[in-house]
């Protein structure tokens, strides 16, 4: 099993940045790859980025690519999403989830999932 907490949502205008942080715990975090997903009101859950164990391997949905940089501290066992040019279209509750072993871009590879954290720009 794999617990993971997000936090870091709040309220920002647009243009503004937000550091989400998830933290786990349970099992060896390096093993894990950890994806961001984002779900609005009213839509599906969208990925967002994900990285691998020792975050070599990164990939990010086209939607925040260049404003969004998603790391980890494996010392910490945490995940980070940093969240640049925030934009009315970012608001959405943003989980992080974790799989076992390689990337993810959709959300049935994920086998843990946080609670979610809601972030909401402004305009």
């Known amino acids: 099993q794999v617990q993971l907490v997000e936090s870091g949502g709040g309220l920002v205008p647009a243009g503004g940045s937000l550091r989400l942080s998830c933290a786990a715990s349970?099992?060896?975090?390096?093993?894990?790859?950890m994806g961001w997903f984002r779900q609005a009101p009213g839509k599906e859950r969208e990925f967002v980025a994900t990285l691998n164990g020792f975050g070599r391997v990164i990939s990010y949905a086209d939607s925040v690519k260049g404003r969004f940089t998603i790391s980890r501290d494996n010392a910490k066992n945490t995940v980070y999403l940093l969240m640049n040019s925030l934009k009315p279209e970012d608001t959405a509750v943003y989980y992080c989830?974790?799989?076992?072993?390689?990337?993810?871009?959709?959300?049935?590879?994920?086998?843990?999932w946080g609670q979610g954290t809601q972030v909401t720009v402004s305009s």
């Open positions: 349970g099992r060896t975090f390096s093993n894990y790859a």
């Open positions: 989830a974790a799989k076992f072993g390689t990337t993810g871009m959709t959300s049935n590879a994920y086998n843990y």
